[in-house]
């Protein structure tokens, strides 16, 4: 998969934005999806491959019981795309990965975590409109019908009702990507949405490897961190804004006032 590694700001918001410019419409509309980590050697395994063992197993179980335990108004309709996009909004270990439409956003998730200045960061981008052609034809269809590249739950609805069912519309794992409901403002302000792959235990980032052009890294160097950390926080991508409340609030400033650590070519 190839990696391209920034070296200043401006490099990074070049690297970000480019082949955004769509000459029919005549508008700068990106076809990207990017996923921000602290560590350039994260992979893509989802929170339910994190619970080893045999964690494709409790898939069902988990969700079920999740579903039993939470008041029934807490998802906008009883499919199971919405309820377990509320599973993963609240931490439950599923196949599901949070993805973002704004590289900035993304960015943030790269930079947030200062525990993990000396390390390089990584956003992972990915052609989530050429992706759509290695769905199943039924899947194709429904987005040709909507004339849109991304699921909502409902459209999937149309095609699976159950975990099982997606799965089984191929025989060969595949990936939607998905918008959730409007849940809060957290996933309003984070321009959301999930990666879906169609088998509980294919890593995403494997499956991207077998299928060339769909996606590369962009490293994070280290050393550029605080420069990025600075002027997002100046153009107000920070927690107060993307994990609204007294939490995200409590965030941000721990992290805004905490001493700044030795750079890494000062250590």
Same mark, same amino acid.
């Given at each position: 998969?190839?990696?391209?590694?920034?070296?200043? %700001?401006?490099?990074?918001?070049?690297?970000?934005?480019?082949?955004?410019?769509?000459?029919?419409?005549?508008?700068?509309?990106?076809?990207?999806?990017?996923?921000?980590?602290?560590?350039?050697?994260?992979?893509?395994?989802?929170?339910?491959?994190?619970?080893?063992?045999?964690?494709?197993?409790?898939?069902?179980?988990?969700?079920?019981?999740?579903?039993?335990?939470?008041?029934?108004?807490?998802?906008?309709?009883?499919?199971?795309?919405?309820?377990?996009?509320?599973?993963?909004?609240?931490?439950?270990?599923?196949?599901?990965?949070?993805?973002?439409?704004?590289?900035?956003?993304?960015?943030?998730?790269?930079?947030?975590?200062?525990?993990?200045?000396?390390?390089?960061?990584?956003? %992972?981008?990915?052609?989530?409109?050429?992706?759509?052609?290695?769905?199943?034809?039924?899947?194709?269809?429904?987005?040709?019908?909507?004339?849109?590249?991304?699921?909502?739950?409902?459209?999937?609805?149309?095609?699976?009702?159950?975990?099982?069912?997606?799965?089984?519309?191929?025989?060969?794992?595949?990936?939607?990507?998905?918008?959730?409901?409007?849940?809060?403002?957290?996933?309003?302000?984070?321009?959301?949405?999930?990666?879906?792959?169609?088998?509980?235990?294919?890593?995403?980032?494997?499956?991207?490897?077998?299928?060339?052009?769909?996606?590369?890294?962009?490293?994070?160097?280290?050393?550029?961190?605080?420069?990025?950390?600075?002027?997002?926080?100046?153009?107000?991508?920070?927690?107060?804004?993307?994990?609204?409340?007294?939490?995200?609030?409590?965030? %941000?400033?721990?992290?805004?006032?905490?001493?700044?650590?030795?750079?890494?070519?000062?250590?």
């Amino acid at each position: 998969m190839d990696e391209i590694r920034v070296n200043s %700001w401006n490099e990074a918001n070049d690297c970000l934005y480019a082949d955004s410019w769509q000459e029919p419409l005549g508008r700068f509309r990106s076809n990207f999806v990017f996923r921000g980590m602290s560590k350039a050697d994260s992979d893509l395994r989802t929170s339910l491959m994190s619970l080893q063992g045999s964690y494709e197993r409790v898939e069902r179980p988990l969700l079920r019981t999740f579903r039993r335990y939470a008041r029934r108004d807490a998802v906008p309709g009883d499919s199971v795309w919405n309820w377990l996009a509320v599973a993963q909004h609240h931490g439950l270990p599923t196949r599901l990965l949070d993805w973002t439409f704004s590289p900035y956003v993304a960015l943030h998730f790269a930079t947030h975590n200062l525990r993990c200045y000396g390390d390089d960061g990584v956003i %992972w981008i990915i052609d989530y409109v050429r992706s759509t052609t290695r769905l199943p034809d039924t899947l194709r269809r429904i987005l040709k019908e909507e004339d849109a590249f991304v699921f909502t739950a409902e459209m999937l609805s149309r095609s699976a009702g159950t975990l099982e069912a997606f799965d089984r519309l191929a025989e060969q794992p595949f990936v939607a990507f998905f918008e959730p409901p409007a849940l809060d403002d957290r996933i309003i302000n984070q321009h959301a949405l999930f990666s879906l792959i169609s088998s509980p235990t294919t890593r995403l980032d494997d499956w991207l490897g077998a299928h060339a052009g769909l996606a590369w890294r962009v490293i994070i160097p280290a050393g550029l961190k605080w420069e990025i950390r600075d002027k997002l926080d100046q153009a107000n991508i920070t927690e107060r804004v993307l994990f609204p409340g007294l939490d995200g609030l409590s965030s %941000w400033l721990k992290r805004y006032y905490s001493p700044i650590r030795p750079r890494p070519e000062e250590e």
